[in-house]
Nanobody
Framework: QVQLVESGGGEVQAGGSLRLSCAASGRTVSSYHMGWFRQAPGKEREFVASIGRGGGITFYADSVKGRFTISRDNDKNTVYLQMNSLKPEDTAVYYC?????????????????WGQGTQVTVSS
């Protein structure tokens, strides 16, 4: 079973950047497709980005496309989310999770191994 720990969150002004990391232990992250999700207060958890096992396939939510980049370093057992041009509406707790299915998906119900999350706050 894999354990995930997110880090890199913080408070930034609109237009700023952050790089989130998701470090895995217990099992190699290369076994999984990986996803980033976020949850704002009073809202459901939503898909942000996902990446295939080899890193060659990526998907993004329309709201972050062109601003966020998901990547992975299987040698370091870590997945990243580079967030640029941040907006106040990006404020949320960000989570990473694993999917062991055949294809890369967006539905958070298809993911598991959730970390504790890292808070991102974007001020205007």
């Amino acid at each position: 079973q894999v354990q995930l720990v997110e880090s890199g969150g913080g408070e930034v002004q609109a237009g700023g950047s952050l790089r989130l990391s998701c470090a895995a232990s217990g099992r190699t992250v290369s076994s999984y497709h990986m996803g980033w999700f976020r949850q704002a207060p009073g809202k459901e958890r939503e898909f942000v980005a996902s990446i295939g096992r080899g890193g060659g396939i990526t998907f993004y939510a329309d709201s972050v496309k062109g601003r966020f980049t998901i990547s992975r370093d299987n040698d370091k057992n870590t997945v990243y989310l580079q967030m640029n041009s941040l907006k106040p509406e990006d404020t949320a707790v960000y989570y990473c999770a694993t999917n062991s299915g055949l294809i890369v998906v967006r539905d958070p119900k298809r993911y598991g191994g959730w970390g504790q999350g890292t808070q991102v706050t974007v001020s205007s």
